[in-house]
């Protein structure tokens, strides 16, 4: 039997490659192939929906229906049970289909005479373009060797339609890849750009769906993998003793690459009629659909390697993707379904005008490499890596966090304007560079900067912050593969310092764990990483790391001034305990004969309610304090800086939390503590403009922030804007945001 349906599938497939050949439209080619598809599966009905758009599918050719419902039956994704399939990716099989729930009966296609029906999505790499159904008058159930049969078909048609063998003359067809498409994400790091897309990962275009030889290229497959597993192995040999990490991932590839279920199912669906390739791509979407209905994180993890792998076999066999010489275009925009801050980092600083991820998240570190490179990123923005293709013309904005790629004229002039006036702001802040932030009722407010890697240094001078407020260590430890030695790092801190040409550096030790997961540390199960085992608890229980980085610091100074903060202490006893042992180090290195720092403070980082209210002693024997306002605001309101759902939800000018930040900032003046707040809410206009109302004198933030900050700055009088504050308060008013807005458009402020 299945010797039967092979060779059947096999000739089926062989018309559909025929098809390809022939010179026909796009509408016969499709017409003819739904012919086809009928009459191979002794059906009476075959059908092929396409989307038109995102939400809705079109009956673009049918063998069965009335032929007067082709382009004109149209149905949303969810609805009836074509819809169904569109939805949730998956294949409907049954043999009643009028009594299956949701059925929708649509007369206008005479469907209701015919019982069974099966439907299955038509994909490409997880990307759905459309369904494709047969159905019979006879109550009968297409058995698994059919259905295996009509998902490599499915499957052919995927590439057909990619490969734009359906596009036809009225618009209901429309190419791929041709037409205008927005897409909309969250936004990690703002600004416009506007260029030509650049892949990350260039998708490979399969040419030959089909084989009539299976045996040649079943060969094929197996020299492919061959030379796969040799690849690996020779990656294997090349990984450094100790990159525990990246041996794991490479025996997970090499546990693939030698997987018997894996070269089965290719081999049948060669068998079949499908060609390498394109039994590579099957295997590829179904797991990228698996990977979609995941929620187990191991499990994802190893459908990634899959895909990866499958990517690499693709390039192999096709010769096509990476390394390719694919030139990068003009103002490249890169997009990627994810990517790494290192393999960012490998593009270079200057080269790249934007980016725009399917994945990442805004605390991600590639988020992180874009903000010190001051180009606008956004992620999530669905769907966009295999909608995009190389050099395609787009527009990214990065203050609506949309992407519009092949943009029509209009988007095209109205962005025009809108890169101009970001242009014209840009201009306006450069020419505050060297001025003070200093508010008309004569208060200065020194502004900082953030950063975390040498890329960032050069930004001091360009930005005109005063020094950095916040250096996060983590993130050297982050970009590499492997633990820093020591001498590395004091090269790496000495070299910092002497970029910032004696302007102060806040150091910050290590604020490992939470979303800082370093790629060659054993990862830690916790229930709950963000109040997990992380930054000064590692430190304090890790002595020899915490040793070792202050070690780093003291000799990257060599008789310099140094400031180092400890993150996320939570009581008095943890600061008194870290300062020890940085005064410990201190001795044992003027033991061993290094110079010590001419002068030097140890600071905290406030960052979890509890610290707000600890001793009077604490704050005395703070050096100094900096509010670490993101962890600080997710605990206050204990809303997840990293949840998209929440992270919103409550205003950073909500009346409770003002006041509480109002209270710190108080008991740090009666103690004399210098202050400073160095969350990113420090770098909106708005919220920076209150926190100096409220008493700080110090902010550090984003290079690229300092320049709206200290311009809204220069316009208000912090007597008036305490006013509205204690108003907003006395009125019992949840936020001062609205009252604080409509005082500034009066004002003629802008901001
Ligand atoms: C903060 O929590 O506000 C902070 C600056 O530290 P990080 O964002 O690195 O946790
Ligand atoms: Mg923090």
């Known amino acids: 039997m299945i010797e039967v349906i092979e060779s059947e599938s096999r000739k089926l497939l062989g018309r559909l490659r025929d098809t390809l050949a022939e010179d026909t439209a796009g509408q016969e080619r499709l017409d003819h192939i739904t012919h086809l598809i009928a009459d191979s599966m002794q059906a009476e009905v075959c059908s092929i929906y396409l989307f038109r758009d995102e939400q809705t599918l079109e009956l673009c050719a049918t063998e069965g229906l009335n032929a007067d419902a082709v382009h004109k039956t149209r149905l949303k994704v969810g609805e009836g049970l074509v819809g169904r399939v569109a939805r949730k990716k998956r294949i409907v099989n049954t043999i009643d289909a009028p009594s299956e729930r949701g059925f929708r009966y649509m007369p206008e296609t005479g469907e209701e005479i015919f019982s069974a029906f099966i439907g299955l999505p038509i994909q490409r790499l997880g990307e759905t373009l459309g369904v494709l159904v047969v159905q019979s008058k006879e109550r009968r159930c297409f058995t698994e060797d059919e259905v295996y049969a009509l998902e490599v078909v499915a499957m052919v048609l995927a590439e057909m339609a990619e490969l734009g063998a359906f596009v036809a003359e009225d618009s209901a067809i429309g190419a791929l890849h041709t037409r205008p498409e927005m897409f909309k994400g969250t936004v990690a790091q703002e600004g416009v750009a506007s260029g030509q897309v650049y892949l990350h990962e260039p998708r490979v275009v399969v040419t030959n769906p089909v084989t009539d030889d299976p045996v040649a290229e079943t060969k094929r497959l197996i020299e492919a993998i061959d030379t796969l597993r040799v690849s690996v192995d020779d990656m294997l040999a090349d990984v450094p003793q100790g990159d525990k990490d990246q041996r794991e991932i490479l025996e997970a590839y090499r546990m693939f690459a030698n997987s018997r279920g894996w070269m089965r199912r290719m081999s049948e669906d060669i068998a079949l009629g499908l060609s390498a390739e394109a039994a590579i791509e099957k295997e590829q979407s179904l797991a990228r659909t698996r990977l979609e209905h995941s929620p187990d994180p191991y499990l994802r993890e190893r459908l990634h390697d899959l895909d990866d792998l499958s990517n690499r076999l693709l390039r192999i066999l096709t010769g096509q993707g990476e390394n390719t010489g694919a030139e990068m275009p003009e103002n490249p925009i890169l997009v990627a379904r994810n990517i790494g801050p290192a393999e960012l980092l490998d593009y270079g600083k200057g080269k790249l005008k934007g980016i725009i991820l399917e994945q990442g998240s805004v605390g991600s570190h590639a988020a992180i490499v874009a903000r010190a490179w001051a180009i606008p990123l956004i992620v999530h923005a669905e769907g966009i890596s295999t909608e995009a293709l190389n050099g395609d013309p787009i527009l990214l904005d990065g203050e609506r966090g949309t992407a519009h790629l092949r943009p029509d004229e ?20 450069a020419d505050l560079v060297d001025e003070p932030a200093l508010t008309l009722c004569g208060n200065e407010v020194k502004l900082h900067m953030n950063a975390g890697l040498m890329v960032d240094l050069p930004s001091l001078k360009t930005s005109g912050a005063l020094g950095v407020g916040l250096f996060r260590t983590e993130l050297q430890f982050l970009i590499r593969s492997s633990f ?41 199960d916790e229930p709950n990483p963000a109040m997990g085992w992380r930054a000064i608890r590692v430190g304090l229980d890790k002595r020899g790391v915490m040793k070792m980085q202050l070690q780093s610091l003291i000799r990257a100074a060599n008789g310099r001034d140094l400031s180092v903060m400890f993150p996320f202490v939570a009581q008095l006893e943890e600061y008194r305990a870290a300062r020890k042992i940085f005064e410990g180090v201190l001795e044992q290195e003027r033991k061993l004969g290094h110079v010590l720092p001419r002068h030097y403070e140890v600071g905290v980082m406030l960052e979890t309610p509890s610290l707000a209210f600890a001793p009077d002693a604490f704050f005395e024997e703070a050096d100094f304090i900096s509010i670490g306002g993101n962890d600080l605001k997710q605990f ?75 311009s809204l700055m220069r316009g208000v009088d912090l007597g008036a804007l305490n006013e509205i504050i ?14 604080l807005q409509s005082y500034l458009a009066q004002n003629e402020v802008a901001y």
């Open 484 to 524: 820093p030695k020591r001498s590395e790092l004091t090269s790496l801190y000495s070299r910092v310092m002497d970029a910032a040409d004696g302007k102060r550096i806040v150091f910050r030790t290590l604020d490992i764990g939470s979303d800082k997961v370093l790629p060659y540390m054993a990862p830690q």
């Open 726 to 739: 204690e108003k907003a308060s006395r009125e019992g008013k949840q936020s001062i945001r609205e009252d």
């Open 636 to 710: 206050f309101f204990a809303a997840d800086r990293e949840n998209e759902r929440v992270r919103r939800r409550y205003d950073t000018l909500n009346v409770s939390y003002i006041s509480f930040l109002k209270q710190i900032v108080d008991r740090c003046k009666l103690h004399d503590t210098s202050v400073s707040f160095c969350g990113e809410d420090a770098g909106k206009p708005l919220e920076a403009a209150v926190f100096a109302a409220i008493g700080f004198r110090a902010l550090s933030m984003r290079p690229a922030s300092i320049g709206p900050v200290k």
């Open 410 to 429: 209009t988007v095209q002039a109205a962005f025009k304007d809108k890169m101009a006036m970001h242009h014209k702001e840009q201009m306006r802040f």
